[in-house]
C-alpha cells in the first residue's frame, strides 16, 4: 500500500496547523521559550523575533499546501508550487538534523520525527511517478 499525495498534503496540512499553534503558545507564553531553538534563546525579545519569523514561514508553508493541494483556486504553475515545497524538504532535512543535536530533549524527541515525517511526506507530494 502506497500513501497517497492527497493523504500526505492533508496530513503536512494538520501537522503545520498545529505547529503554528505551537509558536502561538510560545509566544503568548504557554510554553516557555527556553525548550524552543536549541535551548539558545537569550531574552523575550529573541523569542519574538525567532517565533514571528517562524510563524510567517509555517503560514507560507501551508498557504503552499493549500495551492498545491488545490484548496485555493490560483493559476500558479505546479513546477513552481513544487520547486518550493522541494525547498521546504531540503529546510526539514537539514532542520531534522538540527534537532538531533539540541540541547532540550523536547526538540530531540518531538520535533526531531516530525520533522523527519514531514520531509518524507513532502517527498511523496513532490515526487514524480514513472509510467510502467
Do not use: D
Not at 502561538?24 to 527556553?34: L, M, W
Not at 513544487?82 to 538534523?97: E, S
Request: overall charge positive.
Amino acid at each position: 500500500m502506497q500513501l497517497s499525495k492527497p493523504l500526505a498534503l492533508k496530513t503536512l496540512l494538520g501537522i503545520f496547523t498545529l505547529v503554528i499553534l505551537f509558536h502561538v503558545s510560545v509566544i503568548t507564553q504557554i510554553i516557555p521559550y527556553t525548550v524552543v531553538w536549541a535551548g539558545k534563546l537569550n531574552s523575550a525579545k529573541e523569542m519574538y523575533a525567532f517565533e514571528i519569523t517562524s510563524i510567517i514561514i509555517n503560514v507560507f508553508f501551508v498557504v503552499i499546501l493549500l495551492l498545491r493541494a488545490h484548496y485555493i483556486k490560483h493559476t500558479i504553475p505546479e513546477r513552481l508550487l513544487n520547486l518550493i515545497l522541494w525547498m521546504f524538504l531540503v529546510l526539514f532535512v537539514f532542520n531534522t538534523i538540527g534537532n538531533l543535536m539540541a540541547e532540550t530533549a523536547f526538540e530531540r524527541f518531538v520535533f526531531t520525527p516530525m520533522t523527519l515525517l514531514a520531509a518524507f511526506l513532502l517527498w511523496v507530494v513532490v515526487r514524480r511517478r514513472r509510467n510502467h
